[in-house]
């Protein structure tokens, strides 16, 4: 089946500083990859569209310059939260579509950033 | 757009007892409905996902039921096991369109030995 790599899985980093998430398509290509950051005890939220070849489409309340999204291949798509604050600490996934969709969404395995 | 609401928001049952929940939805034009387990630290995992064009789809102990006119679908495990505890998380899309999932809000479920 589709398989979709994430990493790191687990990062700290200091307060002021960026970190870079990566999310591969490892069998298939997707033109279209998603981003979502989910809280302790809480559903996913979207954050973002990744659209290769293309700016990504934030959600109403995302800055999209804190955090940056490159989709530059068609299996490769980066977040990178810049300037990041406590705040920022979370669980953020990414998704893919193969096939638009049409068979079904698979996630990464997530990363936990800590910024302290 | 879409939303999805998810009930119970947390499940104990037996071991072996049968555990349910259920989703609502409001989009008419979804037509694609997976079912995620998430275990503590991971990210979702597909258990299971049925489209509009069917009713219901069964693979071992676990079953979805789809009700398009009242905009339902529910998740049934059967036989539960320690290893069933989890979250689970419903959500609906349109296919053919890469359109992003619509999360319901999650259920606990945890199985009592």
């Known amino acids: 089946g589709a398989v979709v790599s994430q990493h790191p899985s687990r990062v700290i980093c200091k307060s002021g500083t960026s970190v870079k998430i990566e999310c591969r398509s490892l069998?298939?290509?997707?033109?279209?990859m998603f981003w979502y950051r989910q809280f302790p005890k809480q559903s996913l939220m979207l954050m973002a569209t990744?659209?290769?070849?293309?700016?990504?489409?934030?959600e109403q309340g995302v800055e999209k310059d804190k955090f940056l999204i490159n989709h530059a291949s068609l299996t490769l798509s980066t977040l990178t939260v810049t300037s990041a604050h406590p705040e920022d600490s979370s669980f953020y996934i990414c998704?893919?579509?193969?096939?638009?969709?049409?068979?079904?969404?698979?996630f990464g395995s997530g990363t936990r950033l800590t910024v302290v | 757009g879409e939303n999805v609401e998810q009930h119970p928001s947390t499940l104990s049952v037996q071991e072996g007892d049968s555990a349910v929940i259920k989703c609502t939805y409001s989009d008419s034009a979804s037509n694609y409905f997976p079912w995620y387990k998430q275990e503590l630290g991971k990210g979702p995992q597909l258990i299971i996902d049925?489209?509009?064009?069917?009713g219901e789809k069964k693979d071992q102990r676990i079953a979805v039921t789809l009700n398009k006119t009242a905009k339902h679908f529910s998740l049934h495990i059967t036989e539960t096991q320690p290893e069933d505890s989890a979250v689970y998380f419903c959500?609906?899309?349109?296919?053919?369109?890469?359109?992003?999932?619509?999360f319901g809000s999650g259920t606990q479920l945890t199985v009592l030995p």
């Open positions: 990744s659209n290769e070849g293309s700016k990504a489409t934030y």
């Open positions: 959500a609906a899309s349109i296919t053919g369109s890469a359109r992003q999932l619509t």
């Open positions: 998704s893919a579509a193969p096939g638009q969709g049409n068979n079904g969404y698979t």
């Open positions: 049925i489209r509009s064009n069917v």
């Open positions: 069998d298939f290509q997707a033109t279209t």
